[in-house]
């Protein structure tokens, strides 16, 4: 499978694991997308999709969620509403069929719940958007690109040359070092 399609799989996936659309609009979508595979890097080495994610307003976005959404929606696997949340528009999402999760490891879904769970019960649009604001993403233009292991940068510690060789030899594999 590719890496657009298990990223198309995931986004489906989250659209139908929270129910209840009212509590996942765009914002939270895009969240749980960036945390989850931040998450995963950070523990795993390696995040679930390999999205490429860039600089929005409300911090990290997904590269093709845009286009995913309208693919989903074609394929008549989700509606998408339109609608007003305290005078914002707000984009709503209705799974219209269950997802296959079988691209997924039980660790990798269990992640996401994970974060469904925490991001679409324990926070409002504006409260996630807060945490995903930090110096890496100020420090980034509008639409540039934040890549997963600028998270490493937040994170308190010595940097060891055992850490550094470590992260030169994922930046090349990842293709973000010259």
Not at 14 to 31: E, F, S, V
Not at 148 to 154: C, F, K, M, Q, S
């Amino acid at each position: 499978m590719s890496r657009a399609d298990k990223f198309e799989a995931l986004v489906h996936y989250i659209c139908w694991r929270c129910q209840d659309p009212t509590k996942l609009g765009a914002t939270k979508l895009n969240k749980i997308l960036w945390f989850s595979d931040a998450i995963s890097f950070v523990s795993h080495g390696k995040p679930i999709t390999d999205s490429i994610y860039v600089k929005r307003q409300f911090g990290p976005v997904p590269k093709k969620i845009l286009q995913t959404l309208s693919r989903l929606e074609r394929a008549n696997k989700l509606a998408i509403r339109e609608t007003e949340h305290f005078g914002k528009p707000k984009r709503e999402f209705f799974a219209k069929e269950p997802a296959d999760i079988s691209v997924f490891t039980p660790e990798e879904i269990s992640l996401v719940d994970d974060v469904v769970g925490k991001i679409c019960e324990g926070h409002t649009a504006a409260s996630i958007s807060g945490l995903t604001h930090d110096d890496v993403w100020e420090l980034a233009e509008i639409g540039e690109e934040i890549p997963l292991y600028a998270v490493l940068a937040g994170r308190a510690g010595e940097v060891d040359e055992e850490t550094m060789k470590w992260a030169k030899q994922e930046a090349e594999r990842l293709g973000y070092a010259e």
